[in-house]
């Protein structure tokens, strides 16, 4: 009998599911508008390397290298290294989608320089949300096993630990955009409707980050539901 139940799980249908499909728009939604301004070229000729270049020299790092990255969307920023990898369609893509990422990458290294405070949080919660990403569903299910209920909540603590960092990148992907958009205004990157294209890129970059949250909450919810009190026989 619990067998059957636990395969047959309809919290995972109402709850886990949907958040599923929003994140399956959200990514085919942030392609589909990447590849529609990686067509549009920038008026000033201007790639995504010299973007990041532009924004970096602004705000005094000089010191940060941008560098090529083989892969699609692959860009990020790397503080450990200190550089900025751009992946085949920005790096020396003149277009307003690249212009767009390389900026909120730049405005990613300018967070670290700054010392902008939820990135600080974020990387505090690395290490728990490393350690509940692989053990928290197996702690779950052994505690259920084993009608040991506090192990089970050992584990729901440490996936809610994976929520709790989902919802403090929320902030760092905001801000770095916002920061990239301010000094693309400043600078001039970019001109007329492409400062609105690369708001659009940015825009769907941002709810990849908000559909993740809703998928952690949404599965926390149910393991809390499914697993949180004790099972009675």
Do not use: C
């Amino acid at each position: 009998m619990y067998l059957g139940y636990m395969y047959f799980d309809p919290l995972y249908i109402f709850l886990v599911v949907p958040a599923l499909i929003l994140t399956a728009w959200a990514q085919a939604n942030v392609s589909s508008t990447f590849a529609r301004y990686a067509k549009v070229r920038t008026g000033r000729g201007m790639t995504g390397a010299d973007a990041a270049r532009a924004i970096l020299d602004a705000n005094g790092l000089y010191q940060v290298r941008v560098e090529h990255v083989r892969g699609n969307l692959t860009d990020h920023y790397d503080p450990r290294g200190n550089v900025i990898r751009l992946s085949d369609n920005v790096y020396s893509s003149p277009t307003v989608a690249a212009v767009g990422v390389a900026a909120h990458e730049a405005g990613h290294a300018v967070q670290y320089a700054t010392q902008y405070a939820p990135i600080r949080l974020r990387n505090a919660l690395v290490g728990v949300t490393n350690i509940g990403s692989r053990l928290s569903v197996p702690l779950i299910l052994l505690g259920f096993i084993f009608s040991f209920q506090p192990l089970v909540n050992v584990g729901i603590i440490l996936f809610a630990g994976i929520a709790f960092f989902q919802l403090a990148t929320l902030p760092v992907e905001f801000n770095a955009s916002s920061r990239a958009l301010a000094i693309i205004d400043q600078q001039s990157l970019l001109e007329g409707d492409e400062r609105q294209g690369a708001r659009k890129v940015l825009t769907a970059a941002a709810l990849t980050y908000v559909a993740a949250l809703i998928v952690s909450v949404m599965q926390l919810l149910r393991l809390v539901l499914r697993f949180g009190r004790r099972r009675e026989d």
